[in-house]
């Protein structure tokens, strides 16, 4: 699977930002799916996390009651919602793929995931 991340830009704090992952391929709903992102002089880590029909959900615990994770199979694609964000969100945030069999999977760690998106970069202003 392929994955293209779009939706990133630069926000005020306090403000929200919606962040998209388009997926080729006609399996999509075989992959669990993720977001995870990385700042300048850190290790990538992650933020967010979906089962394969989106029912089961896990959060950073930073993130909670801000971020929302969804999908749509049909579309074949993921999505981030962020909101209430903060200038310690700034990062390049990068969504990823696990093919799984298992339905309420869901997968928290980066070396899990087996394709990752480009990146798409979020500043976020003081």
């Known amino acids: 699977v392929q994955l293209q991340a779009c939706g990133g830009g630069l926000v005020q704090a306090g403000g929200s930002l919606r962040l998209s992952c388009a997926a080729s391929?006609?399996?999509?709903?075989?992959?669990?799916m993720g977001w995870f992102r990385q700042a300048p002089g850190k290790e990538r880590e992650f933020v967010a996390a979906?089962?394969?029909?989106?029912?089961?959900?896990y959060y950073k615990d930073s993130v909670k009651g801000r971020f929302t994770i969804s999908r749509d199979n049909a579309k074949n694609a993921v999505y981030l919602q962020m909101n209430s964000l903060r200038p310690e969100d700034t990062a390049v945030y990068y969504c990823?793929?696990?093919?799984?069999?298992?339905?309420?999977?869901?997968?928290?760690?980066?070396?899990?995931?087996?394709?990752w998106g480009q990146g798409t970069q979020v500043t976020v202003s003081s």
């Open positions: 979906t089962s394969l029909s989106g029912d089961i959900t």
């Open positions: 990823a793929a696990v093919l799984t069999y298992i339905s309420g999977r869901y997968f928290a760690t980066a070396n899990e995931y087996d394709y």
């Open positions: 391929g006609r399996t999509f709903s075989r992959y669990a």
